[in-house]
């Protein structure tokens, strides 16, 4: 194919000069809290923000690095597509693969969690018979994936395995997996989530993993809560596919997932637009996908530098955990509520949901979780999620290291003011 012995003579002479970005600003002293957040975080003054889980928040420092990025494409556009994006693309790729413990030729970027299951579910191809696995706990966006690429085959069907709470054991999710695989030979791939949403629910990644293999079952790991999160090693994971967000806890901007593929697979996966690289390497193809914004990824390794200088997995989860089961415990007994129903080895250690009141003025349906967060958003400017999961309202709090205590004290007390005033009302 003559483009791609074009492009591959384009990385053979791939000649950028430039230094490395240096962050800078970063205050790593600070201690956590209050401080952190002043310091280091450009949150809206005067709101109270208890939900990273769903978009993250980026360091004033990182998001520094990013707009000069941003400027340098600018200044010479041909310089950064031609010459320099590609070795800063590299450089983050390096860095994010140090960080998810795997080679850097299996990690490519995409713009979110997203995309990085609709990519590997949709470059994937089927039979008559086949089945893709989801369950009721998977994030709705990928449930509909895995819908929409079933009916791009006919007799390819996708199924929810059932999964409702109370949840015992981490061996009844297990349980639950095998019996399925058993009766349904022809499962060709499931969805697995490290960490589910709305319902933060750490599922045991490892043992699902093991066993889907165990029974010819691909792995595909939705793991948009992991990275930075849990301690994840890539490698020893050894799932078939396994794609993470680092806009949430890895302090990148937005738009920025990796998508890590076993190296059995590259010859099949390919980006979601067929571009000028379609014939190379699953990272060259992945590095251009027409002209696009290649600036969230680039800056992903600033994004990990932030993490570990602050003081890496042990401090930031050290933190936040703590804060997370006196935030659990606190808001449980403010509104004499129910916490999820599962193993405290299934909690994440920096999200906790709990049940509140079916309330008259918020019915329990999507509209009425809107209705509520909004109110709460803009009664006390406070930003918490509250979502719909079987049929009930539950909050989910998030926990990171611009948080403090008093934030989900204040958070308890609104919350009770709202579920009294819906009650006399
Ligand atoms: C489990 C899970 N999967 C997928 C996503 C989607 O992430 P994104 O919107 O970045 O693609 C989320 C977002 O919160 C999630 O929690």
Same mark, same amino acid.
């Given at each position: 194919m003559w483009q791609a012995v074009q492009w591959e003579h384009f990385f053979k002479r791939v000649t950028s000069k430039k230094q490395s970005m240096k962050l800078e600003g970063?205050? +790593?002293a600070v201690e956590f809290g209050a401080k952190m957040r002043e310091e280091n975080f450009s949150l809206q003054e005067g709101e109270t923000f208890l939900n990273h889980g769903s978009y993250g928040s980026v360091p004033k420092c990182v998001q520094q690095v990013r707009l000069r990025f941003l400027e340098e494409v600018d200044r010479h556009p041909d310089d950064w597509y031609r010459r320099n994006g590609y070795k800063y693309w590299q450089e983050s790729q390096k860095a994010a693969a140090d960080f998810m413990h795997c080679?850097?030729?299996?990690l490519v970027f995409v713009q979110n969690a997203t995309t990085g299951v609709n990519t590997i579910l949709k470059s994937c191809r089927y039979k008559p018979g086949d089945i893709l696995l989801y369950t009721t706990l998977t994030y709705r966006a990928i449930a509909y994936t895995c819908d929409a690429t079933s009916e791009l085959y006919d007799g390819v069907k996708s199924v929810e395995l059932d999964i409702q709470f109370p949840?015992?054991? +981490?061996d009844e999710i297990c349980e639950k997996y095998e019996d399925f695989f058993k009766s349904n030979p022809q499962t060709k791939i499931a969805v697995i989530d490290a960490i589910t949403s709305p319902s933060a629910v750490v599922m045991p990644l490892k043992r699902l993993v093991d066993l889907c293999h165990r029974y010819g079952v691909m792995a595909v790991v939705d793991?948009?809560?992991?990275?930075?999160t849990l301690p994840i090693n890539l490698t020893d994971l050894g799932a078939d596919a396994f794609t993470g967000n680092f806009h949430k806890w890895v302090y990148t901007p937005r738009s920025c997932a990796i998508l890590h593929v076993k190296r059995e697979h590259h010859s099949w996966v390919h980006p979601l637009v067929t571009s000028w690289n379609h014939a190379l390497t699953l990272d060259k193809q992945f590095f251009l996908v027409g002209t696009n914004d290649q600036t969230a990824y680039v800056s992903a390794k600033y994004g990990v530098e932030f993490y570990q200088r602050i003081g890496g997995m042990d401090k930031i989860i050290g933190y936040a955990s703590k804060l997370a089961t006196e935030a659990h415990e606190y808001i449980l007994k403010k509104l004499q509520a129910e916490p999820?129903?599962?193993?405290?080895?299934?909690?994440s250690p920096t999200m906790r949901v709990i049940r509140l009141p079916d309330l008259p003025q918020y019915p329990c349906t999507r509209e009425g979780s809107i209705a509520f967060h909004t109110d709460v958003r803009y009664k006390y400017n406070i930003q918490c999620a509250i979502e719909l999961i079987q049929g009930h309202l539950h909050l989910r709090i998030s926990c990171q290291v611009y948080n403090t205590m008093e934030e989900y004290k204040r958070l308890a007390d609104c919350l009770l003011e709202v579920i009294q005033t819906s009650r006399k009302n």
């Open positions: 970063l205050n +790593e080679e850097p030729q299996d949840i015992s054991s +981490e793991g948009a809560h992991a990275p930075g999820l129903q599962i193993p405290q080895s299934m909690e």
